[in-house]
């Protein structure tokens, strides 16, 4: 197992970290099985040598003693030496020190080693963890933004739809009312007319009875008098007639125009619901992009989708150092517009 190699830590990218979690925790009580077998064969390697120098040392003191009160050499080769056999058994004894000795700092190197990875192991889940919850105060905060979102256009198509009935309200009741006022005017200029009417007869009738010579004078005034009358109220009814259709058609207009004003209102909201929804997608797109571990530098393509908004994203990241990395994304939505983003963490 290779301990705190270069760029061999965990990248700072927005994804579910459960697994990693899992597997740190696995190692975690694979090294700490390790300890724990190791420890027992330390403490019996150091009682061993305990046990083999209180055997030897009196060995070695009694022969440091003769070696002080030899005053002669034998040169009488003696195969069964007792001093050669001793000494023979010392260096061996020794030498079975020296190894257990090795072993002894092998093994707490390895154990020294094995808890340096256990508190590496144990920081990196803490981090995933960390990340963990800040993916998913992230999450909230897009699902936040997307109600808010949501809410801002159905009081936008509220308020225009508000809007238009009231022009509608108002167009009916201007027609309305201009009709009753020309009916009311065409009617009260008829009855005048009307009047006007009876009260010739009746001045006809009083000229006949007054003298009969005047009769076709008379009857001549009158039908002169009656036809310009009736000319001069027809031209006055065309006039007015002509007056209501310009009023009525500059009110046709109007309405074409608030018709008109109310489609392209109801377009830009068409068009800011599927820009909404492609920024979302497009969002959606870089936020899942994956990236590769234990690796300098990590591309990858991501896709996102949100009602009638589709998105394609691409990104990259970096390690410049090993507490240095560099991100960046851009992706590209079915509104025909672009998201860049880019990003660099240093740890310390």
Known sequence: ???????DYPEHRHEDNSYNIKMDDNAISLNDDTVNKNTPINISTILDDAITLFIVQPHLQELDNKEVNTTYTDNTPNFLNTDDESWAFIHSMQRMIDVNKDHTNKNKQYIDNIKTSVEDLTNDI????????????DINELIDSISKLTQNTKDSENRSQRYADREIADYE?????AIEISYRKNHDEIE?????????NTEIKNTDELTSLSIDEAEKNSKAHADLILRNQQMLNIERFDKIDKQNNLHTRQFKQINTKFDHLESKINQTARDANAG????????NIPYTSGTRF???LGMGNFKNGKAIAAGAQYQ??????????????NSDSAVIGAGVAYGW
């Open 1 to 7: 197992m290779k301990i705190n190699a270069p760029y």
């Open 126 to 137: 803490n981090s995933n963890k960390s990340k963990h919850e800040k993916n998913e105060n």
């Open 173 to 177: 009741e201007y027609t309305k009312e």
């Open 192 to 200: 005048k007319l009307n009047t006007a009417i009876l009260e010739l």
């Open 280 to 287: 979302i997608a497009a969002v959606a797109a870089m936020t």
């Open 298 to 300: 990590s591309a990858g």
């Open 320 to 333: 410049v150092k090993q507490n240095l990395n560099l991100r960046s994304s851009i992706s590209w939505n």
